[in-house]
């Protein structure tokens, strides 16, 4: 099979995927009683009873569970994802959520260049260095990274960079929010430091960026220590491998050994997860974005769950769930290039 072949065989898979996951959720989003009437987001003080009826039955929502899942599916493939009523005046879902969906994009790319930045060196230096104490500091820093809750970890850097420093009169890190300077510059793409760049304006970069820090480097944290361990894990099998013996015995420099021929091959599970790990930080870091206040989808998601947003949180699944899906796809192919004797 060649591979656009493979490509367009996945993305019509990723349809009945997309599919049966909107399934799931639009029964356990809308078939508990806890859940507010999808009516509700709907009203406003002018409307008469009429026309709560008309909206009821426009969208379905006087039918049974079943019959609402088809109405819906045909809401959103006309372009309308419905209205969320997760603030106290209702907007559309569509409208809230790309309008939040930057700030995690920001997050999301910033926390996982700190998680490659920092994750992949340590794995290479641990395996190169396997059981002295370069590799012992890295194990302890990975498995600090997947042991200590998000959520603690985050009131940790708050406590320290933000709390304590200010207390003392030095120099801080914000501990809330994506910017402090709101509307100094225009919004082009909604990613604070990004539209400062664009807009030429430096402190409003800056200040973009250190709002950022704390909550990029909480995210990285985590993934840090799975990408460290499995980076060494990989560096350790391919340093055993006969063509790095022989690649050696040709007089090869170390740094050539390593960087050309064992790191290459050793990438490819470090690929996968640091693809998952993008995909997922896309779909909103709840917990941590929570915590630092940070205003992407996926604190607007966790304040849905709060409140039975049925739209919001359907909306939210469909999206979350399709770029998971595309990551993976996009995964598979970078093993081609990354590994020659991969086929499809």
């Known amino acids: 099979m060649k591979l656009y072949e493979y490509i367009i065989r996945r993305l019509i898979l990723m349809i009945f995927v997309l599919l049966g996951i909107s399934l799931i959720v639009f029964y356990l989003a809308r078939g508990f009683p806890s859940g507010i009437d999808p009516v509700t987001p709907y009203i406003h003080s002018k409307m008469t009873a009429e026309q709560i009826e008309m909206v009821r039955k426009i969208h379905g929502f006087d039918q049974p569970l079943y019959i609402q899942f088809f109405y819906w599916i045909r809401d959103i493939l006309q372009g309308d994802w419905g209205i969320t009523g997760t603030w106290a005046n209702s907007r559309p879902t569509n409208v809230v959520f790309f309008s939040h969906f930057p700030y995690t994009v920001e997050l999301s790319v910033a926390a996982t260049i700190l998680t490659v930045a920092i994750g992949l060196p340590l794995g290479i230096i641990s395996a190169l260095k396997n059981n002295k104490l370069p590799d012992h500091v890295s194990r302890i820093i990975a498995l600090a990274g997947y042991s200590v809750p998000a959520y603690w970890f985050g009131f940790v850097l708050q406590l320290v960079f933000f709390y304590y420093l200010s207390l003392w009169g030095l120099p801080h890190l914000p501990s809330s929010g994506a910017s402090g300077m709101e509307g100094v510059v225009s919004c082009i793409t909604g990613m604070p430091v990004l539209d400062g760049i664009l807009a030429g304006n430096l402190g409003y970069t800056l200040d973009a960026l250190a709002h950022l820090i704390l909550p990029a480097f909480s995210l990285s944290f985590i993934s840090m220590g799975f990408l460290t361990r499995i980076v060494r894990a990989g560096m350790l099998e391919v340093l055993r491998q006969d063509y790095i013996t022989l690649a050696r015995s040709k007089g090869l420099t170390e740094r050539v050994v390593i960087y050309r021929h064992a790191l290459k091959n050793a990438l490819i599970p470090a690929v996968t997860l640091t693809g998952m790990f993008f995909a997922l930080l896309l779909g909103g870091a709840m917990i941590t974005e929570y915590v630092f206040a940070w205003p992407g989808v996926g604190q607007i998601s966790l304040r849905a769950v ?26 598979d192919v970078l093993y081609v290039f990354l590994d020659p004797r991969i086929k499809y």
Not at 310 to 329: D, K, P
Request: charged share 5%; net charge negative; hydrophobic share 65%.
């Open 306 to 331: 709060f409140q039975g947003d049925s739209n919001f949180l359907l909306v939210y699944t469909l999206v979350t769930a399709a770029i998971i899906v595309i990551a993976n796809l996009i995964v």
